[in-house]
């Protein structure tokens, strides 16, 4: 087992731009998560899905967020025309549904909007 | 919705010393987690605390749930290098008891050991 991998692991885009990151969980773990971290801030919950479905979304997710996981493996986050206060790093992380507090994240995809 | 404060938000250590990383919920906390983060990486699991009272370790780390349920202590003996990094408290995002993986966290504690 490789654990969870996310890609890109940087991302550099203007105002405007559409970016979309992927991420992919160990392979037997039907939850998925997506966090959003600042600096100085622990993680954000934005988004989660058990298999494909996507179960809830916070209110920090606007309507230029959206997130799959097609057939319930790896999963995308995209976001439209980026503002600047959206740089920040993007945590996916994945668990079995019975232990659902001990998810094991990725590495984080760090965007940057200039 | 749950929120979880952290203290103190740096620590800086002579390796060989202790030190208690604090967490306080503003609810009751039905479960509490631990967490460490290197610097620009993910974050990796320690350790769970569900009962009042609870204390866990996990080689030389011990956690402690407080028998009210509102506050968490991180303790590390004899820190070494390895240790360095942030140690976030994360718990249920909707206050209850019912897990469904969505966690709240504080804002972290970042450790610094100097050998």
């Known amino acids: 087992d490789t654990g969870v991998s996310q890609d890109p692991r940087h991302k550099i885009t203007k105002r405007g731009q559409n970016v979309t990151f992927r991420c992919d969980p160990i392979?037997?773990?039907?939850?998925l998560y997506w966090y959003r971290q600042t600096l100085g801030q622990g993680p954000e919950f934005l988004t989660y899905?058990?298999?494909?479905?996507?179960?809830?979304k916070s209110r920090l997710l606007s309507d230029r967020f959206s997130a799959e996981r097609p057939k319930g493996s790896f999963s995308t986050l995209e976001i439209q025309r980026t503002e600047q206060g959206d740089s920040a790093m993007y945590l996916c992380a994945s668990s079995r549904w019975e232990s659902s507090y001990e998810q094991y994240f990725g590495p984080g995809t760090r965007l940057t909007v200039t | 919705s749950q929120e979880l404060e952290q203290s103190p938000q740096s620590l800086i250590v002579q390796e060989g010393k202790n030190l208690t990383i604090n967490c306080t919920s503003s609810?009751?906390?039905?479960?509490l987690y631990w967490y460490k983060q290197k610097y620009g990486e993910g974050l990796i699991f320690l350790m769970m605390l569900q009962k009042g009272g609870e204390e866990k370790s996990h080689e030389k780390i011990t956690a402690k749930l407080d028998e009210k349920k509102q506050q968490s202590s991180l303790h590390i003996t004899a820190s070494q290098p390895s240790h360095a990094g942030i140690y976030l408290c994360g718990a249920d995002k909707d206050a209850g008891g019912t897990s469904y993986g969505k966690l709240t966290f504080g804002q972290g504690t970042i450790l610094t050991v100097h050998p």
């Open positions: 392979s037997e773990h039907n939850r």
């Open positions: 609810k009751t906390l039905y479960g």
């Open positions: 899905f058990q298999n494909e479905a996507q179960l809830e």
